[in-house]
Protein backbone atom coordinates (compact mmCIF):
# COMPACT_ATOMS: atom_id res chain seq x y z
CA UNK A 1 0.00 0.00 0.00
CA UNK A 2 1.32 3.29 -1.14
CA UNK A 3 1.00 6.72 1.26
CA UNK A 4 -1.76 7.63 -0.89
CA UNK A 5 -3.62 4.82 -0.10
CA UNK A 6 -3.61 3.14 -3.21
CA UNK A 7 -2.12 0.08 -4.01
CA UNK A 8 0.96 0.25 -6.96
CA UNK A 9 -1.30 -2.48 -8.69
CA UNK A 10 -4.32 0.53 -9.19
CA UNK A 11 -1.65 3.37 -10.49
CA UNK A 12 -2.15 4.05 -14.29
CA UNK A 13 1.07 3.28 -16.36
CA UNK A 14 1.54 7.03 -17.52
CA UNK A 15 1.64 7.65 -13.82
CA UNK A 16 4.32 4.67 -13.27
CA UNK A 17 6.14 5.86 -16.15
CA UNK A 18 6.13 9.14 -14.03
CA UNK A 19 7.89 7.57 -10.97
CA UNK A 20 9.77 5.43 -12.99
CA UNK A 21 11.63 8.32 -14.94
CA UNK A 22 12.65 9.45 -11.30
CA UNK A 23 14.11 6.20 -10.46
CA UNK A 24 11.66 4.54 -8.32
CA UNK A 25 12.31 0.91 -8.25
CA UNK A 26 8.97 -0.48 -7.22
CA UNK A 27 7.42 1.79 -10.58
CA UNK A 28 9.50 0.15 -13.10
CA UNK A 29 9.01 -3.17 -11.34
CA UNK A 30 5.31 -2.76 -11.57
CA UNK A 31 5.84 -2.07 -15.35
CA UNK A 32 7.44 -5.41 -15.88
CA UNK A 33 5.17 -7.28 -13.78
CA UNK A 34 2.18 -5.46 -15.89
CA UNK A 35 3.34 -6.04 -19.85
CA UNK A 36 6.52 -8.74 -19.47
CA UNK A 37 3.79 -11.56 -20.75
CA UNK A 38 2.47 -9.39 -23.43
CA UNK A 39 5.78 -8.41 -24.77
CA UNK A 40 6.83 -12.09 -24.08
CA UNK A 41 3.86 -13.35 -26.15
CA UNK A 42 4.99 -11.03 -28.97
CA UNK A 43 8.34 -11.66 -29.39
CA UNK A 44 8.09 -15.95 -28.89
CA UNK A 45 5.44 -15.13 -31.80
CA UNK A 46 7.92 -13.50 -33.97
CA UNK A 47 10.95 -15.46 -32.99
CA UNK A 48 9.67 -18.39 -32.75
CA UNK A 49 11.94 -19.77 -29.83
CA UNK A 50 11.56 -19.50 -26.35
CA UNK A 51 15.58 -18.75 -25.09
CA UNK A 52 15.59 -15.84 -28.21
CA UNK A 53 12.47 -14.31 -27.20
CA UNK A 54 13.59 -13.99 -23.12
CA UNK A 55 16.40 -12.03 -24.05
CA UNK A 56 14.10 -10.12 -26.78
CA UNK A 57 11.88 -8.87 -23.67
CA UNK A 58 14.54 -8.56 -21.61
CA UNK A 59 15.89 -6.15 -24.40
CA UNK A 60 12.87 -4.36 -25.00
CA UNK A 61 12.58 -3.42 -21.22
CA UNK A 62 16.17 -2.06 -20.56
CA UNK A 63 15.88 0.16 -24.24
CA UNK A 64 12.69 1.29 -22.69
CA UNK A 65 13.47 2.44 -19.46
CA UNK A 66 16.50 3.83 -21.06
CA UNK A 67 14.26 6.13 -23.21
CA UNK A 68 11.54 6.95 -20.65
CA UNK A 69 13.20 10.54 -20.69
CA UNK A 70 12.00 11.01 -24.10
CA UNK A 71 8.39 8.66 -24.20
CA UNK A 72 6.06 11.30 -24.64
CA UNK A 73 2.97 9.57 -23.93
CA UNK A 74 1.57 9.65 -27.68
CA UNK A 75 0.57 5.94 -27.02
CA UNK A 76 0.50 3.74 -24.20
CA UNK A 77 3.33 2.54 -22.50
CA UNK A 78 2.11 -0.72 -23.67
CA UNK A 79 1.68 -0.45 -26.98
CA UNK A 80 5.02 1.88 -26.89
CA UNK A 81 7.16 -1.38 -25.26
CA UNK A 82 5.18 -3.54 -27.74
CA UNK A 83 6.95 -1.85 -30.57
CA UNK A 84 10.14 -1.84 -28.87
CA UNK A 85 9.66 -5.62 -28.47
CA UNK A 86 8.92 -5.80 -32.26
CA UNK A 87 11.60 -4.45 -33.50
CA UNK A 88 13.77 -6.14 -31.14
CA UNK A 89 12.40 -9.12 -32.17
CA UNK A 90 12.94 -8.48 -35.63
CA UNK A 91 16.50 -7.22 -35.36
CA UNK A 92 17.19 -10.80 -33.29
CA UNK A 93 15.46 -12.68 -36.70
CA UNK A 94 17.97 -10.45 -38.42
CA UNK A 95 21.18 -11.88 -37.03
CA UNK A 96 20.18 -15.44 -36.42
CA UNK A 97 17.80 -15.48 -40.04
CA UNK A 98 17.74 -19.29 -39.64
CA UNK A 99 16.48 -19.08 -36.08
CA UNK A 100 12.60 -19.69 -37.65
CA UNK A 101 13.70 -22.49 -39.69
CA UNK A 102 15.20 -23.98 -37.08
CA UNK A 103 12.73 -23.52 -35.00
CA UNK A 104 10.51 -25.11 -37.49
CA UNK A 105 12.47 -28.16 -38.62
CA UNK A 106 13.42 -29.24 -35.51
CA UNK A 107 9.40 -28.52 -33.59
CA UNK A 108 11.37 -26.72 -31.23
CA UNK A 109 10.83 -25.19 -27.76
CA UNK A 110 7.36 -23.47 -29.35
CA UNK A 111 5.84 -26.82 -29.78
CA UNK A 112 7.57 -29.08 -27.40
CA UNK A 113 6.29 -27.08 -24.47
CA UNK A 114 3.34 -26.52 -25.98
CA UNK A 115 2.73 -30.50 -26.18
CA UNK A 116 4.37 -31.27 -23.00
CA UNK A 117 2.11 -33.83 -21.04
CA UNK A 118 1.28 -31.66 -18.11
CA UNK A 119 0.33 -28.91 -20.28
CA UNK A 120 -2.01 -30.80 -22.64
CA UNK A 121 -4.35 -31.69 -19.49
CA UNK A 122 -5.01 -27.98 -19.41
CA UNK A 123 -4.80 -27.02 -22.67
CA UNK A 124 -7.86 -28.48 -24.74
CA UNK A 125 -6.10 -30.09 -28.02
CA UNK A 126 -8.15 -27.94 -29.77
CA UNK A 127 -6.85 -25.03 -28.65
CA UNK A 128 -3.57 -26.08 -29.19
CA UNK A 129 -4.30 -26.92 -32.88
CA UNK A 130 -6.04 -23.29 -33.11
CA UNK A 131 -2.52 -21.85 -31.73
CA UNK A 132 -0.63 -24.05 -33.85
CA UNK A 133 -2.59 -23.17 -37.09
CA UNK A 134 -2.57 -19.62 -36.48
CA UNK A 135 1.58 -19.71 -36.38
CA UNK A 136 0.96 -21.05 -39.96
CA UNK A 137 -0.81 -17.68 -40.80
CA UNK A 138 1.65 -15.11 -42.51
CA UNK A 139 3.01 -12.46 -40.07
CA UNK A 140 1.17 -9.50 -40.50
CA UNK A 141 -2.47 -11.71 -39.96
CA UNK A 142 -0.69 -13.74 -37.15
CA UNK A 143 -0.10 -10.67 -35.15
CA UNK A 144 -2.90 -8.78 -35.74
CA UNK A 145 -4.81 -11.88 -34.40
CA UNK A 146 -2.85 -12.63 -31.34
CA UNK A 147 -2.41 -8.46 -30.70
CA UNK A 148 -5.91 -8.37 -31.18
CA UNK A 149 -7.11 -10.91 -28.92
CA UNK A 150 -4.45 -12.30 -26.21
CA UNK A 151 -3.74 -8.55 -25.65
CA UNK A 152 -7.00 -6.70 -26.53
CA UNK A 153 -5.50 -4.16 -28.12
CA UNK A 154 -7.42 -1.39 -30.35
CA UNK A 155 -6.36 -1.96 -34.40
CA UNK A 156 -5.39 1.40 -34.32
CA UNK A 157 -2.17 0.50 -31.73
CA UNK A 158 -2.22 -3.35 -33.86
CA UNK A 159 -1.56 -0.69 -36.82
CA UNK A 160 1.73 1.04 -34.80
CA UNK A 161 2.91 -2.17 -33.86
CA UNK A 162 3.02 -4.11 -37.21
CA UNK A 163 3.80 -0.62 -39.50
CA UNK A 164 0.44 -0.74 -40.94
CA UNK A 165 -2.75 1.49 -41.08
CA UNK A 166 -5.59 0.99 -38.46
CA UNK A 167 -7.03 0.11 -41.76
CA UNK A 168 -4.90 -2.72 -42.77
CA UNK A 169 -4.41 -3.94 -39.70
CA UNK A 170 -8.07 -4.32 -39.30
CA UNK A 171 -8.28 -6.32 -42.89
CA UNK A 172 -5.13 -8.49 -42.02
CA UNK A 173 -7.41 -9.66 -38.36
CA UNK A 174 -10.23 -9.99 -40.35
CA UNK A 175 -8.50 -12.42 -43.28
CA UNK A 176 -6.38 -14.02 -40.57
CA UNK A 177 -9.67 -15.36 -38.29
CA UNK A 178 -11.51 -16.29 -41.74
CA UNK A 179 -8.26 -18.00 -42.97
CA UNK A 180 -8.08 -19.62 -39.29
CA UNK A 181 -11.16 -20.98 -39.45
CA UNK A 182 -11.34 -22.31 -43.18
CA UNK A 183 -8.40 -24.11 -41.68
CA UNK A 184 -9.49 -25.56 -38.45
CA UNK A 185 -12.87 -26.25 -41.11
CA UNK A 186 -10.33 -28.25 -43.60
CA UNK A 187 -9.17 -30.41 -40.53
CA UNK A 188 -6.04 -29.39 -41.39
CA UNK A 189 -2.98 -29.43 -38.47
CA UNK A 190 0.02 -27.55 -39.24
CA UNK B 1 -29.10 -7.26 -37.50
CA UNK B 2 -27.74 -5.74 -40.47
CA UNK B 3 -24.25 -6.33 -41.67
CA UNK B 4 -23.05 -3.32 -41.13
CA UNK B 5 -24.20 -3.58 -37.31
CA UNK B 6 -22.51 -6.40 -37.30
CA UNK B 7 -19.28 -5.84 -38.50
CA UNK B 8 -19.00 -3.12 -35.71
CA UNK B 9 -20.17 -5.68 -32.93
CA UNK B 10 -17.26 -8.08 -34.25
CA UNK B 11 -14.77 -6.06 -33.62
CA UNK B 12 -15.51 -6.33 -29.92
CA UNK B 13 -15.83 -10.32 -30.29
CA UNK B 14 -12.31 -10.82 -28.64
CA UNK B 15 -13.16 -8.67 -25.97
CA UNK B 16 -16.33 -10.64 -25.16
CA UNK B 17 -14.61 -13.81 -25.04
CA UNK B 18 -11.36 -12.31 -22.96
CA UNK B 19 -13.97 -10.47 -19.91
CA UNK B 20 -12.75 -6.91 -20.92
CA UNK B 21 -15.86 -5.76 -21.95
CA UNK B 22 -18.18 -4.16 -19.20
CA UNK B 23 -21.45 -5.75 -18.13
CA UNK B 24 -23.62 -3.95 -19.73
CA UNK B 25 -21.68 -4.05 -23.42
CA UNK B 26 -21.86 -8.07 -22.58
CA UNK B 27 -25.02 -8.37 -22.04
CA UNK B 28 -25.61 -6.48 -25.61
CA UNK B 29 -23.14 -8.46 -27.56
CA UNK B 30 -23.87 -11.79 -25.94
CA UNK B 31 -27.14 -11.21 -27.55
CA UNK B 32 -26.28 -10.33 -30.93
CA UNK B 33 -24.05 -13.79 -30.70
CA UNK B 34 -26.66 -15.74 -29.60
CA UNK B 35 -28.10 -14.88 -32.99
CA UNK B 36 -25.53 -14.61 -35.36
CA UNK B 37 -23.93 -17.48 -36.34
CA UNK B 38 -20.80 -15.64 -37.86
CA UNK B 39 -20.41 -14.04 -34.73
CA UNK B 40 -20.54 -17.32 -32.91
CA UNK B 41 -18.45 -19.05 -34.49
CA UNK B 42 -15.27 -16.23 -34.06
CA UNK B 43 -16.26 -16.29 -30.37
CA UNK B 44 -15.67 -19.87 -29.91
CA UNK B 45 -12.15 -19.58 -32.23
CA UNK B 46 -11.07 -16.64 -29.58
CA UNK B 47 -11.90 -18.63 -26.75
CA UNK B 48 -9.94 -21.39 -28.09
CA UNK B 49 -6.74 -19.39 -29.07
CA UNK B 50 -7.18 -17.66 -25.23
CA UNK B 51 -7.56 -20.92 -23.15
CA UNK B 52 -4.04 -21.82 -25.49
CA UNK B 53 -2.05 -18.74 -25.25
CA UNK B 54 1.38 -19.25 -23.88
CA UNK B 55 2.07 -17.49 -20.49
CA UNK B 56 5.70 -16.06 -19.99
CA UNK B 57 8.06 -18.27 -18.20
CA UNK B 58 8.02 -18.12 -14.37
CA UNK B 59 11.47 -16.47 -14.20
CA UNK B 60 11.05 -14.03 -16.68
CA UNK B 61 9.60 -11.23 -14.66
CA UNK B 62 13.02 -11.73 -12.12
CA UNK B 63 15.26 -11.74 -15.09
CA UNK B 64 14.05 -8.73 -16.51
CA UNK B 65 13.94 -6.90 -13.17
CA UNK B 66 17.48 -7.82 -12.52
CA UNK B 67 18.58 -6.73 -15.85
CA UNK B 68 16.83 -3.27 -15.32
CA UNK B 69 18.46 -2.88 -11.78
CA UNK B 70 22.20 -3.79 -13.46
CA UNK B 71 21.68 -1.32 -16.03
CA UNK B 72 20.42 1.51 -13.96
CA UNK B 73 22.69 1.27 -10.92
CA UNK B 74 20.42 4.18 -9.18
CA UNK B 75 17.84 2.13 -9.14
CA UNK B 76 17.82 0.19 -5.68
CA UNK B 77 19.62 2.28 -3.92
CA UNK B 78 17.98 2.68 -0.38
CA UNK B 79 15.85 5.91 -0.17
CA UNK B 80 18.02 6.95 2.90
CA UNK B 81 20.75 7.04 0.92
CA UNK B 82 19.58 9.43 -1.32
CA UNK B 83 18.06 11.29 1.43
CA UNK B 84 21.61 11.69 3.31
CA UNK B 85 23.12 12.12 -0.44
CA UNK B 86 20.85 15.08 -0.30
CA UNK B 87 21.60 16.12 2.93
CA UNK B 88 25.56 16.21 2.46
CA UNK B 89 25.41 18.01 -0.78
CA UNK B 90 23.37 21.03 0.98
CA UNK B 91 25.52 20.89 4.01
CA UNK B 92 28.65 20.89 2.33
CA UNK B 93 27.46 23.09 -0.17
CA UNK B 94 26.04 25.78 2.95
CA UNK B 95 29.14 25.34 4.76
CA UNK B 96 31.55 26.48 1.42
CA UNK B 97 29.31 29.43 0.05
CA UNK B 98 28.47 30.57 3.83
CA UNK B 99 32.17 31.17 4.53
CA UNK B 100 32.24 31.09 8.15
CA UNK B 101 34.98 32.16 10.10
CA UNK B 102 36.81 29.26 11.03
CA UNK B 103 38.02 26.53 8.57
CA UNK B 104 35.36 24.54 7.42
CA UNK B 105 36.84 20.50 8.15
CA UNK B 106 35.02 18.24 5.00
CA UNK B 107 35.11 14.73 5.78
CA UNK B 108 37.80 12.80 3.54
CA UNK B 109 35.35 10.31 2.69
CA UNK B 110 33.49 13.16 1.11
CA UNK B 111 36.58 13.22 -1.59
CA UNK B 112 35.75 9.15 -2.77
CA UNK B 113 35.41 10.47 -6.49
CA UNK B 114 37.28 10.04 -9.05
CA UNK B 115 39.45 13.11 -9.57
CA UNK B 116 37.88 15.95 -12.16
CA UNK B 117 34.82 14.74 -11.30
CA UNK B 118 34.62 16.06 -7.78
CA UNK B 119 33.11 20.04 -8.83
CA UNK B 120 29.94 19.95 -10.82
CA UNK B 121 27.66 23.05 -11.31
CA UNK B 122 25.34 21.43 -13.75
CA UNK B 123 24.82 18.36 -11.42
CA UNK B 124 25.15 19.04 -7.68
CA UNK B 125 22.18 20.25 -5.71
CA UNK B 126 24.40 23.49 -5.28
CA UNK B 127 27.04 25.60 -8.08
CA UNK B 128 29.95 23.43 -6.57
CA UNK B 129 28.55 20.92 -4.56
CA UNK B 130 30.63 17.57 -5.07
CA UNK B 131 27.83 15.12 -6.81
CA UNK B 132 26.33 13.02 -4.13
CA UNK B 133 25.87 10.47 -6.92
CA UNK B 134 30.00 9.59 -6.87
CA UNK B 135 29.74 9.23 -3.38
CA UNK B 136 29.68 5.82 -2.76
CA UNK B 137 26.84 3.93 -0.77
CA UNK B 138 29.19 3.08 2.23
CA UNK B 139 30.27 7.56 2.21
CA UNK B 140 26.77 8.30 1.98
CA UNK B 141 25.60 6.12 5.41
CA UNK B 142 28.61 7.36 7.16
CA UNK B 143 27.95 11.15 6.49
CA UNK B 144 24.34 10.19 7.16
CA UNK B 145 25.69 8.79 10.78
CA UNK B 146 27.87 11.69 11.81
CA UNK B 147 25.55 14.18 10.64
CA UNK B 148 22.87 12.81 13.33
CA UNK B 149 25.55 12.34 15.81
CA UNK B 150 26.62 16.34 14.98
CA UNK B 151 29.83 14.95 13.57
CA UNK B 152 31.97 16.88 10.87
CA UNK B 153 29.30 17.36 8.01
CA UNK B 154 26.48 18.02 10.85
CA UNK B 155 28.59 21.02 12.45
CA UNK B 156 27.35 23.21 9.66
Not at chain 1, 141 to 146: D, G, K, P, T, W
Not at chain 2, 92 to 113: H, N
Request: proline share 3%.
Amino acid sequence: MREDGRSVADVPDAELVAQGRSGVESALSELVKRHHGSAYRLALSLVQREDVAQDVVQDAFLKAFRALGGFRGDASFRTWLLKITANEARGALRKRARARETALEDAGAVRADAKDPAEETMVSQESARARRLLETLPDKQRLSVSLRIDEGLSFREVGEIIGSSEGAARVNYFHGIRRLRELMDEGIDE
Amino acid sequence: MSDRTCGALREQVPDLAAGRLAAEEASSLSRHVALCEACREELALARLLLDGRAEAPAGLERRVLEAVRRDRPGVGRPWWALSAAAVAALALGIGIVSEPAGEVEVPGYAYEVEEGTFWSSEDGLIAGAPTFEDLSDEALAQLLAELTAGGPGGAV
